[in-house]
């Protein structure tokens, strides 16, 4: 169960030696899946070009983005292989690349519902949404497959510089416009940060490939400064997208202040990717994880949990509490990146998959408590009071999505979190794990607040409302399937098991 | 196969209470006593049916009265593995008996989303039932912390908001973040003992019987047990986790507090009873002292606090903690007679412990209030409840001819000759019960009346459920032969686990 440190990069060389030299079919079909991301994307623009039709807009993303999830199916015939010295697809990336396609297929539903129609909604531009988060997608989609620091820095911009647009797309309210300034600025900075690590890291080891650098920093044993020095800065550029703390102060106002649909895009697909290319990097340099770094992301990981949970606990704005939420979510992932072996790529894996279904239907409940867009979205809690006696199904999903979140039996949720602590368990963390049982007992706190909220005395106000026929809507129902599978997964977790096992194998060996 | 269906009928019934509220709030309560009084029947009969000589005993692969057994994930070799021996029969009859109860006492006490309670309720019911029947790890932990957000609900919505800023809400967060975040521990101590049975055997497993096989060195053993006791602690509730316990109890609405006391303690009981001991006998009993410690003192400061309060349900709710020291005295004394006088106990505390909660929601419902200080002088404006009420606080003292002396007197009498100390200690604790149960009586329903007016008299379903209960528990205290003998291979069992290591520490510490 344990990595060998020695075979993985050599298999990986291997791979690229024999398929560097020609692009072939089996390539193509590789990629399959990015590059009709991609095609749909130049469709969709010059649709818009032709003509500014919303549906037809959304229909053609969402077709687009239903194609790119079927084709996953001859790309996973065709994996494992490297695509240029730049990408790698294997089934770890695959299983990643559908994650990103389906929170992205979902956002897109819930933009949908969010815009409005012809009479009320979104008073500007409505279609270059559409446009960013498929760019936005088709970068996740390189960060999943990078395996070369060029590759994780193209996958990583592409990834980011859309989601500027995104969080700022309501530029006429000033707090989304704050949002989007202040998470391209800090932003920016991450990325200063990162390439600052990958010139260190190069100066070092002499190449980019994410297996070289390991071969070389496990060849010379004891890492040079420069080294470390290297992986520490590119960990807070890294640490910045993912909002770990020290590096989390954006978070709560970008979730904030960007439209509802868009914070689920980024608390969902955009962090994902971050965070496996980061998985990548640290699992597949194996010298990465030891020593000094080790413990700087042990502190990282206690603080992102303690700190994320204490900010949550008093926050009376949904959007924020989630935010924090998910500071602390990154914490508990962590561990399991910290223990580095045995279980740890799986577990990653059941967690990201459950915390994507768990956000998605969090968010999906504001975008629609939110929908049609009205100029100010629905995130105070005092709006959600008495919620349950007026919707009772957008209650009852918000109400698996809080349990999920605090990680209780019957939902997928603790099935993610029953993996980290069995990952804990196994590598013997147990600092870690006293701090996420601590986590868990505050973060428990907020959960239910939200929770008991939904279910108080309805009060005299009615500020904002979902539409009473939100079932009928696809966002709607998007979000009943979400709240069945994160039912179906915490009573049945099989399936998801299997699938993500045998995503991690072809990673292993 | 009949086993899944004691844990599906409340499942399935809370669901069709749910749907049922469209059409009135009548329909609920009759689906939701229907499904209690088929899960109580079902129950009993399969108490009739089974042969309970068949109980896990050390040295062999466990043997059950009835067994089921279906795998569910398959990755870490996790079952949906139900058992039940005599303790677990037992437990589940207790369940459905107060299952019928809680419904029946809600009948006027709830009357807004008369479904979604009785979904709650039912659902808490089905989840103690999984509890009690789960013998795979993983199952058990799942149905352990299944169970907390129904209760949550229960209290935080159909609660009674409480006094000095007390709200439910508040109480109900308590209990779930005591239990919640002690749970977590009992999580990561059954994955540490699940890998250490793995690093020897090379298997994943959470089944109990292959885990009962576990070798593990002493410091190992010991800092799993205490994960598992601390999760048990909380619930059971030893003393100092016992602080959600009052608040929860005050709180909660009369079904809630009838399940918190009837049965949710037991749960902490039955697992170190199932699990705590078998699965860690030596460092259970190298705890042994430290848990008679914990359970002396909860005795007395139960009793002493009990004696303290003006609310009438946070007063039993600290009677409880002094009547579950006695429990946890006889689980670790290692003596067969102080173990089956463990179980007469938790069923005597869980009739007479749920009656007199009864009782004081059929109170609260004629005079709204659970201060003592504004009651006095009740026994001339009520017939028949005081009267009853001063049998169940005469039950709740020990008073021989009633369930709770047959079980104190066992669990003294067992423990005494291994720990004659801390017995004789314990046995001051009954006389600390005749006080604050006759002080209770006293402030109650004697002394000068508030007002004359005469209270609304009980009626057949109040009557019913009290008498009931007041009938079971002579009958227990009388003739307690049948728990004994259904019982009496499961705590061979353990007596055996625990007894076989508890000698040779017993004779250097005391």
């Given at each position: 169960m344990a990595f060998n440190s020695g075979s993985v990069p050599l298999s990986l060389n291997s791979h690229r030696a024999v398929c560097n030299m020609e692009f072939t079919t089996q390539h193509l079909l590789a990629l399959l899946p990015l590059l009709v991301v991609c095609a749909t994307i130049v469709v969709v623009m010059l649709a818009i070009a032709w003509r500014r039709n919303h549906s037809q807009t959304f229909v053609l993303s969402g077709l687009g983005l239903n194609l790119a999830l079927l084709s996953l199916i001859p790309a996973v015939k065709a994996t494992p292989l490297a695509v240029t010295s730049l990408l790698l697809v294997d089934n770890f990336a695959n299983f990643y690349i559908g994650l990103i396609l389906v929170a992205t297929?979902?956002?897109?539903?819930?933009?949908?519902?969010y815009m409005g129609d012809d009479k009320v909604g979104f008073p500007g531009n409505r279609d270059e949404l559409y446009l960013l988060i498929l760019l936005a997608a088709a970068g996740?989609?390189?960060?999943?497959?990078?395996?070369?620091?060029?590759?994780?820095?193209?996958?990583?911009?592409?990834?980011?510089?859309?989601?500027?647009?995104?969080?700022?797309?309501?530029?006429?309210?000033?707090?989304?416009?704050?949002?989007?300034?202040?998470?391209?600025?800090?932003?920016?900075?991450?990325?200063?940060?990162?390439?600052?690590?990958?010139?260190?890291?190069?100066?070092?080891?002499?190449?980019?490939?994410?297996?070289?650098?390991?071969?070389?920093?496990?060849?010379?044993?004891?890492?040079?400064?420069?080294?470390?020095?290297?992986?520490?800065?590119?960990?807070?550029?890294?640490?910045?997208?993912?909002?770990?703390?020290?590096?989390?102060?954006?978070?709560?106002?970008?979730?904030?202040?960007?439209?509802?649909?868009?914070?689920?895009?980024?608390?969902?697909?955009?962090?994902?990717?971050?965070?496996?290319?980061?998985?990548?990097?640290?699992?597949?340099s194996p010298a990465a994880n030891e020593g000094l770094l080790t413990t700087v992301l042990s502190v990282i990981a206690v603080a992102s949990i303690l700190v994320g949970n204490l900010l949550a606990l008093l926050q009376n704005n949904l959007k924020r509490l989630l935010?924090?939420?998910?500071?602390?979510?990154?914490?508990?992932?962590?561990?399991?990146?910290?223990?580095?072996?045995?279980?740890?790529?799986?577990?990653?894996?059941?967690?990201?998959?459950?915390?994507?279904?768990?956000?998605?239907?969090?968010?999906?409940?504001?975008?629609?408590?939110?929908?049609?867009?009205?100029?100010?979205?629905?995130?105070?809690?005092?709006?959600?009071?008495?919620?349950?006696?007026?919707?009772?199904?957008?209650?009852?999903?918000?109400?698996?999505?809080?349990?999920?979140?605090?990680?209780?039996?019957?939902?997928?949720?603790?099935?993610?979190?029953?993996?980290?602590?069995?990952?804990?368990?196994?590598?013997?963390?147990?600092?870690?794990?006293?701090?996420?049982?601590?986590?868990?007992?505050?973060?428990?706190?907020?959960?239910?607040?939200?929770?008991?909220?939904?279910?108080?005395?309805?009060?005299?106000?009615?500020?904002?409302?979902?539409?009473?026929?939100?079932?009928?809507?696809?966002?709607?129902?998007?979000?009943?399937?979400?709240?069945?599978?994160?039912?179906?997964?915490?009573?049945?977790?099989?399936?998801?098991?299997?699938?993500?096992?045998?995503?991690?194998?072809?990673?292993?060996? | 196969m009949i086993l899944p269906w004691l844990i599906l009928i409340p499942f399935i019934g809370g669901l069709l209470c749910w749907q049922a509220e469209r059409f009135g709030n009548t329909l609920p309560r009759w689906i939701a006593l229907l499904s209690m009084v088929l899960l109580f029947g079902l129950s009993l009969w399969l108490w009739t049916t089974g042969d309970f000589s068949r109980a896990p005993v050390p040295g062999a692969d466990p043997v059950w009265a009835h067994e089921f057994k279906v795998l569910w994930i398959e990755r870490f070799g996790i079952t949906i593995h139900l058992a039940m021996d005599g303790l677990s029969v037992l437990m589940i009859v207790l369940t459905g008996l107060l299952g019928v109860l809680s419904v029946l006492c809600s009948w006027n006490e709830i009357q807004n989303r008369v479904g979604f309670f009785h979904l709650n309720l039912l659902w808490i019911l089905g989840g103690v039932v999984g509890v009690f029947l789960a013998i795979d790890l993983f199952l058990f932990f799942f149905f352990w912390e299944m169970m907390l957000v129904p209760m949550y609900f229960l209290i935080a919505l159909w609660g009674h908001s409480g006094s000095k800023g007390n709200t439910r809400i508040n109480a109900a967060t308590k209990f779930f973040i005591y239990t919640q975040a002690s749970g977590l521990i009992m999580l990561i101590a059954i994955l540490g003992l699940v890998f250490v049975n793995y690093s020897s055997t090379g298997v994943i497993t959470f089944n109990y019987a292959d885990l009962l096989k576990t070798k593990m060195s002493e410091g190992t053993e010991y800092i799993l047990m205490l994960g598992f006791f601390i999760a048990f602690a909380v619930k059971f509730p030893v003393v100092p986790f016992h602080s959600w316990l009052p608040d929860a109890h005050a709180q909660a609405p009369t079904a809630g507090s009838v399940d918190l006391a009837g049965i949710l303690l037991k749960t902490a009981a039955y697992g170190l009873l199932r699990f705590a001991l078998p699965l860690f006998p030596h460092a259970s009993a190298e705890f042994a002292t430290i848990a008679m410690y914990l359970g002396v003192f909860a005795i007395i400061y139960g009793a002493l606090l009990s004696f303290a309060q003006t609310d009438i349900k946070r007063l039993i709710a600290y009677s409880s903690v002094s009547h579950m020291g006695f429990v946890l005295i006889a689980i670790y004394s290692g003596s067969q007679i102080a173990l089956q006088g463990a179980v007469v106990q938790m069923i005597a505390h869980g009739l007479?412990?749920?009656?007199?909660?009864?009782?004081?929601?059929?109170?609260?419902?004629?005079?709204?209030?659970?201060?003592?200080?504004?009651?006095?002088?009740?026994?001339?404006?009520?017939?028949?409840?005081?009267?009853?009420?001063?049998?169940?606080?005469?039950?709740?003292?020990?008073?021989?001819?009633?369930?709770?002396?047959?079980g104190e007197f066992l669990i003294l009498i067992g423990a005494f000759k291994a720990f004659p100390w801390f017995t004789i200690v314990a046995a001051t604790g009954l006389v600390f019960g005749s006080v604050y149960s006759l002080i209770m009586i006293h402030r109650a329903y004697f002394g000068p009346t508030k007002s004359d007016d005469a209270l609304r008299g009980m009626n057949a379903r109040e009557m019913f459920m009290v008498l009931g209960l007041a009938v079971l528990l002579i009958l227990l205290g009388v003739y307690p032969q049948p728990i004994l003998d259904t019982s009496a291979a499961t705590m061979h069992g353990v007596q055996q686990w625990l007894g076989a290591a508890l000698p040779q520490l017993a004779s250097g510490s005391l």
């Open positions: 297929l979902a956002c897109v539903t819930l933009v949908h519902a996740g989609i390189v960060l999943v497959c990078a395996q070369h620091l060029a590759g994780l820095f193209i996958g990583l911009e592409l990834l980011s510089v859309p989601v500027y647009g995104m969080v700022a797309y309501a530029f006429f309210n000033k707090r989304s416009l704050e949002a989007g300034i202040k998470y391209m600025v800090l932003s920016a900075a991450g990325s200063a940060f990162l390439l600052f690590g990958m010139a260190l890291l190069y100066a070092d080891a002499g190449t980019l490939s994410f297996a070289g650098i390991g071969a070389k920093l496990a060849a010379t044993g004891a890492q040079s400064a420069m080294a470390q020095l290297g992986l520490g800065m590119m960990l807070v550029g890294l640490a910045f997208k993912l909002s770990l703390v020290p590096f989390h102060l954006w978070t709560p106002d970008v979730y904030e202040g960007a439209p509802a649909p868009v914070a689920a895009f980024l608390a969902t697909a955009s962090k994902v990717a971050v965070f496996v290319v980061m998985v990548r990097l640290f699992l597949l935010g924090y939420s998910s500071i602390a979510h990154f914490g508990y992932l962590l561990i399991a990146v910290i223990a580095g072996h045995g279980l740890a790529v799986e577990a990653v894996g059941v967690y990201l998959a459950t915390y994507v279904l768990t956000s998605l239907g969090a968010f999906g409940v504001i975008t629609l408590m939110s929908t049609p867009y009205s100029g100010r979205d629905a995130d105070a809690l005092y709006e959600y009071r008495g919620l349950f006696w007026r919707r009772p199904y957008l209650t009852a999903v918000l109400t698996v999505m809080m349990l999920s979140l605090a990680g209780i039996p019957l939902t997928s949720g603790f099935i993610g979190k029953f993996y980290v602590i069995m990952v804990g368990v196994q590598s013997h963390q147990w600092w870690l794990l006293a701090a996420m049982v601590l986590g868990s007992a505050i973060g428990v706190f907020y959960y239910l607040r939200v929770m008991v909220t939904l279910f108080l005395v309805e009060p005299n106000l009615h500020r904002h409302d979902a539409p009473f026929n939100w079932g009928q809507r696809t966002g709607g129902l998007m979000l009943v399937a979400v709240a069945l599978l994160a039912f179906f997964l915490g009573v049945y977790p099989q399936p998801l098991l299997e699938l993500v096992q045998h995503s991690t194998m072809a990673l292993i060996h | 007479s412990a749920s009656a007199l909660f009864i009782l004081s929601g059929q109170l609260y419902e004629r005079l709204h209030t659970r201060d003592m200080r504004e009651m006095g002088g009740i026994w001339g404006r009520l017939p028949y409840l005081p009267a009853i009420s001063l049998f169940f606080a005469a039950a709740a003292l020990g008073l021989p001819g009633t369930g709770n002396f047959v």
